[in-house]
Structure formats: C-alpha cells, structure tokens
C-alpha cells in the first residue's frame, strides 16, 4: 500500500504562483509514474501533468508554459510548480501514482490516490 500526502495548495491571484507536492510513502514499491489531475466545479477530473520515474513530463496544452512538473525520485516526491495563475486553474488538485511491487515470480502495479488540494485563483 502506497500513501500519498499532499501539500501546497491555497489561494492565489490571477498571474501568481503556487507549488503543489506530494510525498509517496509505503514499503517494497518503486515508482513508475506520479501526475497531478485536477477537478473544477461541475468538471471531470482531468490530467494536468505526469512524469515518469526517469523524469519525462507531459504537460496537458492548457498548462504548457506555466506550469511546471518534477520528480524527486530519492524521496518519491513530485512537484508542480504553478505560474502565471488563471481563475480557470481553480480546481482541487488530486496526486496519482503508479507503483510497481516486484518479486521474483510478478510484477504488478498499482494506482493510487491522494485526497486532493484546493487551489483557489482570484481575479
């Protein structure tokens, strides 16, 4: 089992910047893959970054530009870092990771969940 913690959301005003983490934590797992989705009011939850363990992002187009993901594979960490804010990046902000549990006879892996970080943009 693989438990996610998130931190840094908050309120922000249009054109300002917020940096959204989330620490994986568990035993005998390894990451694949960490991502942010996000889900505004009365929207589907969609993809707004993810990255592989070896660091290649993929960035939804919305974002491209202001938005910034990042791993840190050592503490099993991923970041985004959040500029140049728009109202319409109002949403709450759900961690997903991909772990992988790996023994001699399988590999299995695994998504997970956190509980989700509000982001508030003012105009």
């Known amino acids: 089992q693989v438990q996610l913690v998130e931190s840094g959301g908050g309120l922000a005003r249009t054109g300002g910047s917020l940096r959204l983490s989330c620490a994986a934590s568990?035993?005998?797992?390894?990451?694949?893959?960490m991502g942010w989705y996000r889900q505004g009011p009365g929207k589907e939850r969609e993809l707004v970054a993810s990255?592989?363990?070896?660091?290649?992002?993929n960035h939804a187009d919305s974002v491209k530009g202001r938005f910034t993901i990042s791993i840190d594979n050592a503490e099993n960490t991923v970041h985004l870092q959040m500029n140049s804010l728009k109202p319409e990046d109002t949403a709450v902000y759900y961690c997903?990771?991909?772990?992988?549990?790996?023994?001699?006879?399988?590999?299995?892996?695994?998504?997970?969940w956190g509980q989700g970080t509000q982001v508030t943009v003012s105009s």
């Open positions: 997903k990771a991909v772990a992988a549990y790996v023994t001699a006879w399988s590999s299995n892996e695994y998504q997970y």
């Open positions: 568990g035993s005998s797992f390894s990451i694949r893959s």
């Open positions: 990255i592989t363990s070896g660091g290649t992002p």
